[in-house]
């Protein structure tokens, strides 16, 4: 008998919302202590300043207004998972487009301030079933808005980096339903049983074809904590460096993901 397919992880529209403005608002808050000096610095993205990372940060969110100022789709043909992979096709012109946002918008908290205002309103006005265009299909809205937490939890991230001493805190909400659906994603690239896949408190996958188990320990086990599990998701950092830094714990035959990473670029 074949095994059950696994269903889909579903997420609570009402604190997804909470979460996504929770964690704007951690960045808007630190943004506004930010110097121009500090804005003008490196970040581990390629050429782009702190100032057009925080233009991409307000930029994901507004994706959303984008989406919704399209019409709606007649049928939905895509699946939250589809999203993690659909990413690294648009980099171009999510590059240009950071860049004319950072040139645009001078003020950069009034720019934050002024997407809260209108993401929450426009949450308002719309339902979760609400079809929305997006670069890998049609979404339910609901559906979209949690792939918001990977854009906010992951920039935070970059943000941190690139700003020693920052220390935007990350909402608890949005960081557990990053690392979730970017585990689910994993789950989903590598079907099988073979393999657990452990981030606690948030997350645990089965994953890599291969023996399966009923109970006690799997054949194979990897461990981190969160943060590192989205960096290594993302590509921040390496399987190979994570795992030398004791970032990341990995016993079994089927423990090495390095084949497998970054799930998104």
């Known amino acids: ?27 808007r808050e630190a ?4 110097t121009p000096e500090q804005l ?10 702190v100032r057009e990372l925080v233009a991409h940060i307000g930029m994901a969110v507004t994706a959303v207004h984008r989406s919704l100022d399209r ?11 589809d999203w993690a992979f659909a990413t690294a096709a648009n980099s171009a012109a999510i590059d240009d487009f950071t860049r004319r946002i950072a040139e645009q918008h001078t003020d950069l908290v009034a720019y934050l301030a002024d997407i809260e205002e209108s ?18 299909g049609a979404l339910p809205l609901a559906d979209y808005v949690v792939t918001r937490t990977v854009e906010l939890v992951v920039h935070t991230d970059d943000l941190n980096a690139a700003v020693p001493g920052l220390e935007v805190p990350y909402d608890r909400q949005a960081l557990a339903a990053c ?3 970017l585990a689910d994603a994993l789950a989903a690239k590598a079907p099988g049983g073979s393999t657990e896949v452990r981030i606690p408190p948030y997350a645990v996958v089965q994953c890599i074809e291969g023996p399966r188990h009923t109970r006690g320990t799997p054949p194979s086990v990897v461990e981190s904590d969160p943060l590192t599990w989205i960096r290594l998701a993302t590509g921040r950092v390496t ?26 670029r």
């Open 119 to 136: 993401f929450g309103r426009l949450l308002d006005e719309h339902p979760g079933s609400r079809l929305l265009e997006t670069n890998v």
């Open 71 to 81: 019409a709606e789709p007649a049928k939905q043909d895509a699946v939250l998972l």
């Open 31 to 34: 943004v506004r202590t930010l």
């Open 179 to 181: 690392t979730r659906l």
């Open 1 to 27: 008998m074949p095994p059950a397919k696994k269903r889909a992880r579903t997420y609570d529209p009402t604190k997804i919302r909470k979460a996504v403005l929770a964690q704007f608002g951690n960045v």
């Open 239 to 264: 399987w190979a460096d994570a795992v030398q830094d004791a970032q990341v714990s990995a016993s079994g035959e089927r423990a090495d993901l390095s084949g497998l990473l970054p799930l998104m």
């Open 40 to 49: 003008a610095g490196p970040t581990r993205l390629g050429a782009w300043t």
